[in-house]
């Protein structure tokens, strides 16, 4: 049996006034960005499982126990000398396999239980979990939906001890694609993964109520975006590792706005304040803070 093991980034955007034209991300707002976070399956796992092999193969045998090599034990249906059909294999750690053989490998379905209590069960190829399937770790955590050559690849629901949980699609035992991350705290994302990094297009729903729309990439805000809070502000711009950064519009509730230049979530460098009347006034900003108007 094949034995390997595959595998939140901070984000935190804030608002604190400092005067009324400026804005800048500090504690008030902070929270962390929680992540589809990838655990890792101590047991890889199957592919094609039709043809060749089945039950009703001519000429099956049914033994007794036989002792394999490095102390496991085999008893069930064989072909020749090489096992096949249906069967029971009990390793010597006490892990036990109990399904389906073909030409001396699993292969069809079958059920391994790890001596840890770490449980497979589903479809199988070459000795490889592939197909359809379920592993369920003794800690709660667990996958269900599609697997090639021992790792995640296809569609598939994965769940974890506290609660969070991934829909979505995998490659090579990664989330890679389209998929729905809910994180213990309710928080959501849905978009693009990239080999289990938010990358790419995707929508952040935090448990305050904020809502934060478009790219990223190594799991954080970076590229276009748009953020609104649950008050009515909005900012749509740059962002850069979680934080405005480049061009962008903040927008208050009352209208107020600043369009400018951002830097590590503050208005810094020249830009444009808006009253709420409308009336608009062109002034340089210094990490947050208005330094003087220029006309």
Not at 32 to 58: H, N, R, V, Y
Not at 77 to 90: A, E, K, M, S
Not at 129 to 156: I, P
Request: overall charge negative; glycine content about 16%; aromatic content about 12%.
């Amino acid at each position: 049996m094949a034995v390997a093991a595959n595998g939140d980034t901070e984000g935190l955007l804030g608002y604190l006034k400092c005067g009324a034209c400026c804005a800048s991300d500090k504690n008030p707002d902070d929270r962390f960005i929680a992540q589809a976070t990838s655990q890792s399956m101590w047991f890889q796992m199957p592919e094609d499982i039709e043809g060749k092999c089945g039950l009703e193969a001519e000429g099956l045998e049914s033994s007794g126990q036989v002792e394999l090599e490095g102390g496991a034990t085999y008893t069930g249906q064989w072909l020749g000398d090489q096992r096949h059909g249906y069967g029971v294999i009990i390793r010597a750690d006490g892990g036990r396999y109990d399904g389906e053989f073909c030409e001396d490998r699993t292969s069809g379905s079958g059920r391994f239980i790890h001596a840890s209590g770490d449980l497979y069960e589903g479809q199988w190829l070459d000795d490889k979990a592939h197909g359809q399937g379920r592993f369920v770790h003794t800690d709660g955590s667990s996958y269900e939906g599609e697997w090639v050559q021992d790792l995640k690849s296809g569609k598939g629901c994965e769940t974890w001890s506290d609660s969070s949980h991934f829909k979505g699609e995998y490659s090579g035992g990664r989330k890679h694609g389209f998929g729905i991350f809910t994180a213990s705290d309710s928080a959501t994302y849905a978009g693009q993964f990239i080999e289990d990094r938010m990358e790419g297009e995707g929508i952040y729903t935090f448990s305050d109520g904020r809502v934060y729309q478009g790219q990223w990439l190594d799991s954080q805000m970076s590229g276009s975006g748009r953020m609104r809070w649950p008050d009515g502000r909005h900012f749509e711009g740059q962002f850069i590792e979680d934080r405005k950064s480049g061009e962008g519009t903040f927008t208050w509730p009352d209208n107020r706005s600043y369009t400018g230049h951002w830097s590590m979530g503050r208005q810094h460098g020249e830009g444009s304040y808006n009253d709420a009347k409308g009336k608009s006034r062109r002034g340089s900003w210094n990490e947050g803070h208005r330094m003087k108007w220029l006309e």
